[in-house]
């Protein structure tokens, strides 16, 4: 690589021009996500007191990717070039900087870096770490000599860490926008000890020099199986199994931002009894242009309805709600009308329901799609959570990822109906669907209709 190194415009120049505390580079394989991680640890070389920390899980993969790489890239750094030791894994300029190449193997592996501190700690491949591992690394990005502390991380979709690498960024922010948080709990800019973070999608199309190079790459990505497919061609963070009902759904394009609704849109709920499993009740907006908004829901198990009623009227105050429609129970239904909440029956076919959903889901000609969901809309528990299985579901937004098919779409029957499980959201989603399709119905005098 003797020739000077430059940014590919788009991503890769956002990645390392992003003043952010944390920014996680991440999608499709062969966005050249490894490649910038080693030149934005290059950007402080001339600062004597300056150390970074690049990290793989393995120390294999550490080898194969980064050290092998920055051995391609960093003798021919202009004016600075570094030597590298091989038994500290470790290249020294000649400002005295230092980048320093290491793995955690196992969870306590962390425990080497106890004392140490770097200005800036690169994480190549996140979603390999735990989320115990990244979150005590933060606790050494630190330094003395006037750094800006920043950590970087680069992913693709999936992994045994892919859960927690989706709820810290993906779940969190729009792509390329910035937010400041305390915890997991985001803050206005300026709040004391918060730190910001930035999500900045990869695709392989973003990589101009792997296109010229290697044309076929693309092709062959074309050739993995659905789910891999998804992943690492389309860089989709919402496919976790084969099969998926919602294949369509994308949380970068479907989950936006809260806005404050017109006051003359359409509103409604949509309710699917449960108390083993989740009671769901949904509070949706209709724009003029059709265009569906889940903008509030109560996803809660083990609470009875006689509770749930109060509390959706709560939530409904000051709100012109058109009507309920809800799972057919008669039980249930007639409580809530007790307590000021009357509802209609659903149209519960199944195979139309998601037909619509599916549909709605689509982008159109203009690039928008017809249903979205408010980032955050769901109501924190008032119930007991503790006896909740942690890998469960807790939103409407959190079952897309899991709501799917019995067999493959080769094996598919007509008929054919998504696996049981974990679908409360899914279902209310398909009854409000369902609710709105086609020419929108007049606001019933009683309330119950749409």
């Known amino acids: 690589m003797e020739k000077p190194w430059r940014p590919n415009p788009g991503p890769q120049w956002a990645f390392l021009a992003s003043p952010a505390d944390e920014v ?46 920055s051995k391609a890239v960093y003798p021919y750094l202009k004016g600075t070039p570094g030597v590298y030791n091989e038994s500290r894994h470790t290249w020294t300029f000649p400002s005295g900087a230092q980048i320093v190449f290491g793995s955690c193997e196992h969870q306590q592996s962390v425990w080497r870096y106890q004392s140490a501190a770097f200005a800036r700690i690169g994480f190549d491949q996140v979603e390999s770490f735990t989320s115990y591992q990244y979150t005590y690394l933060l606790s050494r990005n630190r330094n003395v000599v006037g750094i800006a502390n920043q950590i970087r991380a680069t992913a693709n979709p999936g992994g045994d860490g892919g859960p927690w690498v989706k709820r810290r960024w993906i779940d969190a922010l729009p792509p390329g926008k910035t937010r400041w948080f305390l915890g ?41 199986p659905e789910r891999e497919r998804l992943q690492l061609l389309d860089g989709r963070w919402d496919v976790t199994n084969e099969g998926l009902v919602y294949d369509n759904f994308d949380s970068t394009v479907h989950v936006i931002d809260p806005f404050v609704i017109p006051a003359t849109w359409r509103r409604f709920r949509s309710i699917d009894f449960g108390y083993n499993n ?53 039980e249930n239904r007639a409580e809530l009308n007790r307590c000021h909440v009357p509802t209609a029956p659903a149209e519960k076919t199944i195979r139309d329901g998601i037909q619509e959903v599916r549909q709605r889901l689509e982008r159109r000609a203009n690039g928008k799609a017809r249903l979205y969901v408010f980032r955050g809309c769901t109501e924190p528990w008032r119930g007991a959570k503790a ?56 606001r019933s005098r009683s309330g119950e209709g749409i």
Request: with cysteine.
């Open 24 to 69: 996680l580079f991440g999608g499709a394989a062969g966005g050249g996500k490894s490649t910038a991680l080693l030149m934005w640890a290059t950007y402080e070389i001339g600062n004597p007191g300056y150390r970074c920390l690049l990290l793989r899980r393995t120390y294999p993969e550490l080898v194969m990717s980064l050290i092998d790489e």
């Open 184 to 224: 997991d709990h985001v803050v206005p800019r300026g709040t004391a000890n918060a730190r910001s973070r930035q999500f900045i999608p990869a695709r392989v199309f973003d990589n101009p020099h792997l296109m010229e190079t290697d044309p076929g790459y693309v092709a062959r990505l074309m050739a993995l």
């Open 278 to 330: 989740p009671f769901v009740c949904q509070w949706l907006a209709l724009s003029p242009d059709d265009v569906l908004y889940l903008y509030r829901e109560i996803y809660e198990p083990e609470r009875l309805v006689s509770d749930l009623g109060p509390q959706i009227v709560q939530l409904s105050a000051g709100e012109r709600i058109a009507g309920t429609v809800a799972d057919h129970d008669a």
């Open 387 to 442: 006896l909740y299985r942690p890998e469960y579901p807790t939103s409407t937004f959190e079952e897309f990822g899991i709501y799917r098919w019995p067999t493959t779409r080769e094996n598919r029957a007509e008929d054919e109906e998504p696996i049981d499980q974990h679908n409360h959201g899914m279902d209310a989603l398909r009854y409000a669907a369902m609710a709105v399709r086609g020419r929108p119905r007049t």
